[in-house]
């Protein structure tokens, strides 16, 4: 029974309407099968050019292993053969094109369970030399060997909308089978490309090794784009990598089990390229442990890529995307430095300012943004106490502080407070940032302030800023999200004596998400439970000449260094000033 295929070329040659199994050696003439055909060797051998084998849907069925003898469906060594609408099994190669050229297989099936003998057992062959061929809607499979055999000096042909269907493997280009374009092939079997300036894509398939013979330099400048391979097996890769100067990119790569990449490619000469630039933007490919979140890269440009809004990466943990970065995915000198990825790079910023009456800007604040105790980002707070980290990768960071200034105006009046606190949690001072400027002693979280913390600060004052007969504490400055100064302790998020344990850990953790972020913190230094320390505004914290600064409670001064243009440094109590003497 004929099945439902359609040619899609224009036959207007000699036509020859029923015609058997044989040698067709006319010319320009057209084959037209009426009915199911049974050969007892090769069906069709062509020995003139320009001839047409339209099967119109009817099957060609061989003898196969009935004889070690190859026997082929269409077998052809001259230009201009088309096999249409064709199902051909049961040969040694359904279809075998042998030097022959600018032919067409279009609407075919083609199917073998012959043992590999000297290039039998694959479905369709392009023999050695056959050039500008074009396949087309086909499907091909075999048992042992390739669904799609292309041979060595096989070039410019194109092969597009092909089903390797297995079961073994699906598609060999042998060396200088060059030139080709592969478009739309689906092959779950093992594939293999080893020649030259060819180009795959928009195919999906289990696995490619990219063969070469480097003393040869062959297997070099194929571009490989917009293809997805999907093997799921550990101890193979999804990529098998031998050659060098080939381009990769906008291919969805993934294998659950197993490795993504095997690049055994070396030196300078071999390098291949797992990104290009398509219309000024750098495009990379699609990791499957990216996609899924479990390897980190963000970016900020959109990616051309046709299929899903994608970015392009160029931040996070896995950027670039490489066997140092792919949590095991890669093994080999791949890098992939524009991966791409569904997630946004966000912008993160905020001020950071002394909680006092004045709200006082900070300047020269570090904000670091960390992960396992290694920084990802940081950014330094202006006159305005303004931070701003443009580009930050989605996740969850701790956050720590630096600033080069010291504590200052630690008086009785914080003691009081400090003692009132741990006889009275519930006093009005004591709320969530006075409690960890309290702290000073450092107890367990679940004492929060206690009579020692209270002494401390009383003998710091008393003795000029020492802290005495207790350890000073890691950092200077207590920091907390500006939403958290003042709640209550029982709901404040921060553990009291675990949040400063680290020095300039603040003990806040901020998570990147699906949106920008804008965080502010307020400060106080260790001590200040009455909030009383005043930072200088910016514009006189460097100053020249003879001058005298004075602070609430310890009246100091100062004058200019006698040598010219040396710089020095007095302190003040506990506050740093920076003196540039005039020329």
Not at 554 to 565: E, G, L, P, T, Y
């Amino acid at each position: 029974m004929a099945a439902a295929f359609a040619a899609s070329v224009s036959i207007s040659s000699a036509a020859l309407v029923g015609c058997e199994c044989g040698t067709l050696s006319k010319a320009n003439s057209v084959c037209t099968l009426t009915g199911d055909l049974a050969a007892k060797g090769t069906c069709f051998t062509v020995a003139a050019s320009n001839v047409t084998i339209n099967c119109n849907g009817f099957t060609i069925t061989g003898p196969e292993g009935t004889t070690k003898a190859a026997q082929y469906g269409v077998y052809s060594d001259k230009d201009y053969t088309k096999v249409l609408n064709c199902r051909i099994s049961r040969f040694s190669s359904a279809v075998y094109f042998h030097k022959a050229s600018y032919g067409l297989i279009q609407n075919t099936s083609g199917n073998t369970t012959a043992k590999p003998a000297d290039k039998q057992g694959n479905a369709i062959v392009l023999g050695s030399g056959a050039s500008y061929n074009t396949i087309t809607n086909v499907t091909a499979s075999s048992k042992y060997g390739f669904g799609l055999f292309m041979d060595f000096g096989g070039n410019y042909n194109n092969v597009s909308n092909v089903n390797l269907a297995g079961p073994s493997d699906g598609l060999s280009m042998s060396i200088r089978a060059d030139h080709t374009a592969l478009n739309g092939i689906y092959s779950p079997g093992w594939a293999q490309i080893a020649g030259t300036y060819n180009t795959l894509a928009d195919s999906k398939l289990a696995t490619l090794n990219l063969d070469s013979m480097k003393s040869q330099q062959y297997n070099l400048y194929n571009v490989i784009y917009g293809n997805t391979f999907y093997v799921n097996a550990p101890g193979v890769a999804a990529l098998n990598i031998y050659s060098g100067k080939n381009t990769l990119y906008w291919n969805n790569i993934s294998n659950p089990s197993g490795s993504y990449v095997d690049d055994h490619s070396a030196g300078s000469d071999c390098q291949n390229y797992w990104n290009t630039t398509i219309n000024g933007k750098p495009e990379g490919n699609l990791w499957g442990n990216v996609l899924n979140g479990s390897a980190v890269v963000t970016g900020n440009a959109s990616s051309g890529y046709p299929s899903m809004a994608l970015y392009i990466g160029n931040n996070g943990s896995s950027d670039p995307y490489s066997n140092t970065t792919s949590l095991g995915k890669i093994s080999g000198p791949a890098v992939d430095y524009a991966p791409l990825t569904p997630l946004a790079s966000r912008h993160v910023s905020g001020t950071v300012a002394y909680y006092n009456a004045l709200n006082s800007s900070m300047q020269n604040v570090t904000v670091y943004l960390k992960q396992g105790g290694v920084t990802k980002y940081a950014a330094t707070t202006g006159g305005s106490g303004f931070y701003n980290l443009p580009s930050v990768a989605q996740g969850t960071y701790d956050v720590y502080f630096s600033l080069p200034m010291a504590p200052g105006s630690i008086n009785s009046g914080d003691a009081a407070n400090a003692q009132g606190c741990s006889m009275n949690i519930s006093q009005p001072w004591c709320y969530g940032i006075t409690l960890l400027a309290m702290d000073v002693y450092q107890n367990s979280p679940s004492t929060i302030i206690t009579s020692d913390d209270g002494s401390a600060i009383q003998q710091y004052y008393m003795y000029g800023g020492n802290w005495q007969n207790s350890p000073p504490p890691p950092g200077n400055f207590v920091f907390t999200p500006s939403q958290y100064a003042t709640v209550n302790y029982s709901a404040f998020p921060i553990p009291f004596a675990a949040g400063s344990s680290t020095a300039g850990y603040s003990g806040v953790t901020m998570t990147v998400g699906a949106t920008d972020v804008t965080q502010n913190f307020v400060s106080l230094c260790y001590g200040d439970a009455d909030r009383s320390f005043m930072i200088p505004p910016a514009s006189t914290r460097a100053v020249s000449g003879a001058i005298t600064y004075g602070l609430s409670e310890n009246q100091m001064h100062w004058s200019q260094a006698r040598s010219a243009r040396r710089m020095h440094r007095t302190y003040i109590g506990s506050l740093a000033i920076m003196a540039v003497p005039p020329n």
